[in-house]
RNA sequence: GGGGGAAUGUCCCGAGCGGCAAAGGGGGCGGACUGUAAAUCCGCUGGCGUACGCCUUCGUAGGUUCGAGUCCUACUUCCCCCA
């Protein structure tokens, strides 16, 4: 393993990773340059259909398969429905509850929209192709497996791999199960190697382990270099793990998460952030980031809007990303309603005759429970048309309505919601 | 094979003489301060109910007791010691 901030890259694709902060550790940088610059390299990143959404984490990865394309180079998504079945230990305590057939082909019928976002998929030399290691995975026999790819690997090896090692370190069970996840995943690499050529594989850096025993086997098995590249963990400067918008995990998906609360999510970025997740999540050339994170106290509050909008148009369209802007600048800036604010709709009836305040916050998802809802009221964070409004327990009725026939809750400064009357 | 320990509020770590919705951290959420930032200070942090209240929680399954996270039995997983 070359230390790759001392190799300056010749080709596109690794000169920009390295400028825009993508590289955390590569397997041989200096080859993998040169295989860059002779031609197309067919690189794959694999997901594994764990929920019906992919989040902010994947995000990184996704952007990284979109310079590769830009940079004239050949991705390949890899849904994970065989490895799904079996679960990466890496960083988990616990193995997760196994997921039927059924929720692993609905979580990946979920998830594939998300790519035709960011790639370019089609017949084309360059153009991403989607795969499914369920495709091969699941039609190994036990002893045949055994015998064609567990020959190659020692469990020496595979027991100094952090994925296992601090599993066992942190004395929590591992089963043979999951043990078996790198396995399989080595063998996606040498399988999609066989089939389109693949020699990179690249993903977050939890996943070095799993990705090192790939390369390893393709170089084993087909006489190949074969090479693995993988992105820094998505932290914040001051926080830890980054990935909470209004309460809960950053979703891609739209049901999942509102454009308007993605949008929200990168407004809110630190200050010493936004130049690290301008190079990360937009397309926006280096010079321009370079001046947008010279800005200083409440002028960087331009580049955080920028970095929204780009980040938003690059996920739900330019469309929806004005939609959310314009709703924020109305909210915040100007301190008036837009229609275009998240939206509950409650029952004309039950507002004729009355809904507690909390049984309407937490219907409205500002807060999990009514009596979460009750305690956020007594601590003065929740607002009813702007003012606070410490009892849960008051009845809201249709008198509630603004001139627009709106009632404005708010939980804290940030989290806003229009009940509408239907 | 034998002996000794450990699993706690479904985010994490962690205290817990038989009366406990269960100490304390971290995290999260809210308030103040700000720039929809960070830092700092303060409050909240199982569910349901307008309310005296009710319900569900301490690895799993039983048992003792008016009453069990706390005692007993079996099981699961992990650690340590002796073989």
Same mark, same amino acid.
């Given at each position: 393993?070359?230390?790759?901030?001392?190799?300056?890259?010749?080709?596109?694709?690794?000169?920009?990773?390295?400028? =825009?902060? #993508?590289?955390?550790?590569?397997?041989?940088?200096?080859?993998?340059?040169?295989?860059?610059?002779?031609?197309?390299?067919?690189?794959?990143?694999?997901?594994?259909?764990?929920?019906?959404?992919?989040?902010?984490?994947?995000?990184?990865?996704?952007?990284?398969?979109? $310079?590769?394309?830009?940079?004239?180079?050949?991705?390949?998504?890899?849904?994970?429905?065989?490895?799904?079945?079996?679960?990466?230990?890496?960083?988990?305590?616990?193995?997760?509850?196994?997921?039927?057939?059924?929720?692993?082909?609905?979580?990946?019928?979920?998830?594939?929209?998300?790519?035709?976002?960011?790639?370019?998929?089609?017949?084309?030399?360059?153009?991403?192709?989607?795969?499914?290691?369920?495709?091969?995975?699941?039609?190994?026999?036990?002893?045949? #497996?055994?015998?064609?790819?567990?020959?190659?690997?020692?469990? *020496?090896?595979?027991?100094?791999?952090?994925?296992? &090692?601090? /599993?066992?370190? /942190?004395?929590?069970?591992?089963? #043979?199960?999951? #043990?078996?996840?790198?396995?399989?995943? +080595?063998?996606?690499?040498?399988?999609?190697?066989?089939?389109?050529?693949?020699?990179?594989?690249?993903?977050?850096? !939890?996943? $070095?382990?799993?990705?090192? *025993?790939?390369?390893?086997?393709?170089?084993?098995?087909?006489?190949?270099?074969?090479?693995?590249?993988?992105?820094?963990?998505?932290?914040?400067?001051?926080?830890? &793990?980054?990935?909470?918008?209004?309460?809960?995990?950053?979703?891609?998906?739209?049901? &999942?998460?509102?454009?308007?609360?993605?949008?929200?999510?990168?407004?809110?970025?630190?200050?010493?952030?936004?130049? /690290?997740?301008?190079?990360?999540?937009?397309?926006?050339?280096?010079?321009?980031?370079?001046?947008?994170?010279?800005?200083?106290?409440?002028?960087?509050?331009?580049?955080?809007?920028?970095?929204?909008?780009?980040?938003?148009?690059?996920?739900?369209?330019?469309?929806?990303?004005?939609? +959310?802007?314009?709703?924020?600048?109305?909210?915040?800036?100007?301190?008036?309603?837009?229609?275009?604010?998240?939206?509950?709709?409650?029952? =004309?009836?039950?507002?004729?005759?009355?809904?507690?305040?909390?049984?309407?916050?937490?219907?409205?998802?500002?807060?999990?429970?009514?009596?979460?809802? /009750?305690?956020?009221?007594?601590?003065?964070?929740?607002?009813?048309?702007?003012?606070?409004?410490?009892?849960?327990? =008051?009845?809201?009725?249709?008198? !509630?309505?603004?001139?627009?026939?709106?009632?404005?809750?708010?939980?804290? =400064? &940030?989290?806003?919601?229009?009940?509408?009357?239907?």
């Amino acid at each position: 393993m070359s230390d790759p901030a001392e190799f300056v890259p010749k080709s596109d694709f690794l000169r920009i990773m390295r400028e =825009r902060g #993508f590289i955390h550790q590569c397997t041989d940088m200096e080859a993998l340059d040169a295989a860059a610059l002779a031609g197309p390299v067919t690189t794959y990143v694999g997901y594994d259909a764990t929920a019906d959404s992919l989040h902010i984490g994947h995000l990184i990865s996704i952007m990284m398969l979109r $310079w590769l394309q830009k940079t004239g180079h050949k991705p390949i998504v890899l849904m994970g429905g065989g490895t799904t079945k079996v679960g990466d230990p890496t960083d988990k305590d616990q193995q997760r509850p196994l997921l039927s057939d059924e929720t692993i082909a609905a979580n990946i019928a979920s998830i594939r929209q998300t790519f035709a976002k960011f790639l370019t998929f089609g017949e084309g030399p360059t153009c991403a192709i989607m795969g499914n290691n369920a495709e091969w995975l699941e039609k190994l026999g036990y002893v045949e #497996f055994l015998r064609e790819y567990g020959v190659h690997f020692t469990v *020496n090896r595979m027991l100094s791999f952090d994925s296992v &090692k601090l /599993r066992l370190e /942190r004395e929590q069970p591992l089963s #043979f199960l999951e #043990f078996n996840y790198m396995l399989m995943q +080595a063998t996606d690499f040498l399988e999609l190697h066989r089939r389109y050529g693949c020699v990179l594989q690249m993903g977050g850096s !939890d996943q $070095w382990g799993n990705i090192v *025993n790939g390369v390893e086997l393709v170089r084993r098995v087909a006489q190949k270099a074969a090479f693995g590249l993988t992105t820094p963990l998505l932290t914040t400067s001051s926080g830890q &793990k980054m990935g909470k918008s209004v309460g809960g995990a950053v979703w891609l998906n739209a049901d &999942k998460l509102s454009p308007y609360d993605y949008w929200q999510m990168w407004r809110n970025t630190e200050d010493a952030d936004v130049g /690290r997740f301008l190079k990360l999540f937009t397309d926006l050339p280096l010079d321009e980031i370079a001046r947008l994170e010279a800005l200083r106290d409440a002028e960087i509050n331009e580049a955080k809007k920028i970095l929204a909008n780009e980040a938003t148009t690059l996920l739900h369209g330019a469309e929806a990303a004005a939609t +959310a802007a314009g709703a924020a600048k109305a909210a915040f800036e100007e301190g008036r309603l837009s229609a275009d604010l998240p939206t509950h709709e409650t029952p =004309r009836a039950e507002l004729e005759a009355g809904v507690p305040l909390a049984t309407l916050a937490a219907d409205a998802g500002l807060a999990s429970s009514r009596s979460e809802a /009750r305690r956020l009221a007594q601590g003065g964070g929740l607002r009813l048309n702007d003012a606070p409004e410490s009892d849960g327990q =008051r009845m809201i009725t249709l008198a !509630d309505c603004n001139s627009e026939g709106l009632i404005k809750l708010a939980a804290g =400064r &940030k989290k806003i919601v229009l009940v509408k009357p239907v």
